[in-house]
Every structure is written in C-alpha cells, then in structure tokens.
C-alpha cells in the first residue's frame, strides 16, 4: 500500500465545513483512496472511498484532484460528535479474499469546536 | 451498530495467564480481519481469515493464534500473556454477499494484563 502524509491534528467550528487533506503522491493506478474515524476508543468507521471521481455519500464528500496525488475529505457541517481522528488510507479494494488488510497511519485529529 | 460483535468488551487478567476474544461478523461477510491498537504502536494488522481459512498475517506474536469457525465467527487466543500485550483488539468483517470492500469494525475488547 502507497504511504500517505496527513497534517497531525486540526480544528474546526461546529457547524462550518471540515476539509481534511491527504497526500498520497505513489498512489498507484488501481489504488483507491479509503477514510476511516475513529472517535475516542471506538471501532474505525467506514467513512467513503474513491479512485478518481469525487464521491459523495450521507457522511462526507471525497474531492481527488486530477493527478491523484492528493485528496480532500470534506465533513459538510461538522459537529460535535465528529471529533475523531481521520486516517486516509490507499488500497487496492480487496473483492476476492486475498489480503485486504488495512494499514492505518497516525492520521489527522479533528477536534469541532463550540 | 456496525453488525460486528465482540465479546468480553473487558478483560483483565494476570502475567502468564491465556485468553480467548471472540468476533462475529456481520451477517454474511466471509472475511475476518483482527487488529491490535496500543498507545504506542497505534492500529496494527494482525491477521485475516476469509471463509475459514488463513489469508494473510501482519505483526502477530507466535505467543497468538486465531481461527475462523464453520459458522464464521473468529477467535483471537492469546497466551503467555505480558504486560506490553494490554491493547484494544478489533476485529473487522467484509465481503459479504453485495461484495463491498470496506471493512466494518466492532467495538472492540479492552485487554489489560497485570
């Protein structure tokens, strides 16, 4: 799996947007882009994943940029209970039961703040 | 809710003891994944198990083993139990029959060794 940089924490005002960058410059062709949360001790959660089209589901957005060396993760209205830290993690999407571990780096604390 | 379940959600035991955790993944998913989350190592791969057999091995002690039932679930044995071995461990599940390639996570157990 392509290593990933993520900043080591960041803020954000509840109701505004959070935008969380990943940079991913070795991702390869059929590498996709992953975000997990964890927030405090509990399971990761799945958040969303793409190869190259911006992809937008209930909890966030993903916007990729062209060259796919890097990617946003943007929470719409952040709020309280989105305090997490977020990993960003490129794979290729395991479909066949062959090795699909995940490998998480330190990823971006976000704290939403009142 | 996840649909992944783990049971004890906390454990504490002594040096030298053995323990068994126990995951159910979610309904249908064929792939087991475990993972070990201390304070100074971070979420680490451990192993997976897809459709009762072993698919991949990340950073698991020899003092750890693990296996996946007929009926799917998944054990993670630990013995000879050492202090540095207190973590949350996490198992995952995927692959089920709409063949996503996310992971979903369960609560986790919280292992504390004296």
């Known amino acids: 799996d392509a290593k990933t940089t993520q900043p080591t924490s960041m803020d954000c005002a509840e109701g505004r947007a959070a935008n969380l960058p990943c940079n991913h410059s070795?991702?390869?062709?059929?590498?996709?882009v992953y975000w997990y949360r964890q927030i405090h001790s509990q399971g990761p959660q799945y958040i969303i994943h793409?190869?190259?089209n911006n992809e937008t589901n209930e909890m966030a957005s993903l916007i990729i940029t062209e060259d796919r060396k890097s990617s946003t993760l943007i929470l719409p209205h952040a709020t309280l209970r989105d305090t997490a830290v977020y990993y960003c993690?490129?794979?290729?999407?395991?479909?066949?039961?062959?090795?699909?571990?995940?490998?998480f780096g330190k990823g971006t604390k976000l704290s939403v703040k009142p | 809710d996840s649909g992944v379940t783990q049971t004890p959600k906390h454990l504490i035991t002594a040096t030298g003891q053995r323990v068994t955790l126990r995951c159910s993944p979610r309904s249908g998913d064929l792939s087991v994944y475990w993972y070990q989350q201390s304070l100074d190592q971070g979420l680490q791969f451990l192993i997976q198990y897809y459709n009762g057999e072993e698919r991949a091995k990340g950073n698991i002690l020899e003092r750890f083993s693990a296996q996946q039932f007929p009926d799917l679930h998944s054990e993670l044995n630990l013995s000879s139990l050492e202090l540095g071995d207190s973590a949350l461990y996490f198992c995952a599940s995927s692959l089920g029959p709409e063949k996503r390639s996310e992971q979903f996570f369960g609560p986790g157990t919280r292992l504390t060794v004296l």
């Open positions: 993690i490129v794979r290729v999407p395991n479909y066949g039961g062959s090795q699909g571990n995940l490998i």
């Open positions: 070795t991702i390869s062709g059929n590498e996709y």
């Open positions: 793409g190869l190259k």
